[in-house]
């Protein structure tokens, strides 16, 4: 993975951890801004992946049911079964960017230029 989508990574992992960690969301908005800012650094500085798209879907998804949830208390059940589906699906989503990597060609160390 290349260092924003790593960034990307865990900003979702932070998303689906607090509430699971801490019983408690963070106030309406702040994941959201925080996941669509990282996302369009992503795609801004890195471009655009195929293989990114389940870890973009998940931190669209996330930003906004941050936006349109209600509850922002969880009890101890719901924390649990959030925990456990929220890791799995990271796991599952962050999948494809690290078992297909971004291949990084080397330059040609010969002194004429090839491919005439």
């Given at each position: ?74 009890e101890w059940s ?39």
């Amino acid at each position: 993975m290349r260092r924003f989508e790593l960034i990307l990574a865990v900003a979702t992992v932070f998303a689906v951890g607090w509430p699971v960690v801490f019983g408690v969301r963070p106030r309406r908005g702040i994941v959201a801004a925080m996941l669509s800012i990282v996302l369009l650094a992503q795609l801004q500085f890195e471009g655009f992946r195929w293989q990114m798209i389940p870890l973009y879907m998940v931190s669209i998804g996330l930003a906004i049911g941050d936006v349109f949830f209600l509850d922002r208390k969880l009890e101890w059940s719901r924390r649990l079964i959030r925990g456990i589906l929220g890791v799995v699906g990271l796991l599952l989503a962050a999948t494809l960017p690290v078992v297909l990597p971004v291949p990084e060609i080397p330059t040609p160390s010969a002194p004429a230029r090839s491919g005439r």
